[in-house]
């Protein structure tokens, strides 16, 4: 399974910010997906999911300025983020999320994308 973050490394502020994840070895409509991110100096974030059905969900924080949506004829899925902010900044990834002995763990991952906000 292999998957690949695109999009734009720099975006300006209020701006909207559109990532693409490309995946290859697995279709999109038999597993879960993830955003999840990485400040600079900061850990993990996880931003949100979309699942087999569609169905989305996201971390209450960016609940609010979040979207994840799908092309399942490309086998893509995308992350919107609105009016961004320099706390936006970071390394984005995607990852599949699977089932392990009861728990939900992202197994496999991009290799992550960087992401300015700046004017």
């Given at each position: 399974v292999q998957l690949q973050e695109s999009g734009p490394g720099l975006v300006k502020?209020?701006?909207?910010?559109?990532l693409?994840?490309?995946?290859s070895g697995d279709s999109i409509t038999t597993s879960y997906w993830s955003w999840v991110?990485?400040?600079p100096g900061k850990g993990l974030e996880w931003m949100?999911?979309?699942a087999i059905d569609g169905t989305t969900y996201f971390s209450p924080?960016?609940?609010s300025r979040c979207s994840i949506s799908r092309d399942t004829s490309k086998n893509q899925f995308f992350l919107h983020v609105s009016s961004v902010t320099p706390e936006d900044t970071g390394v984005y990834?995607?990852?599949r999320v699977s089932?392990?002995?009861g728990l939900e763990v992202h197994d496999y991952w991009g290799q992550g994308t960087p992401v300015t906000v700046s004017s």
């Open positions: 502020p209020s701006q909207t910010l559109a693409t994840c490309t995946v991110r990485q400040p949100g999911i979309i924080s960016l609940k990834y995607c990852a089932s392990r002995g």
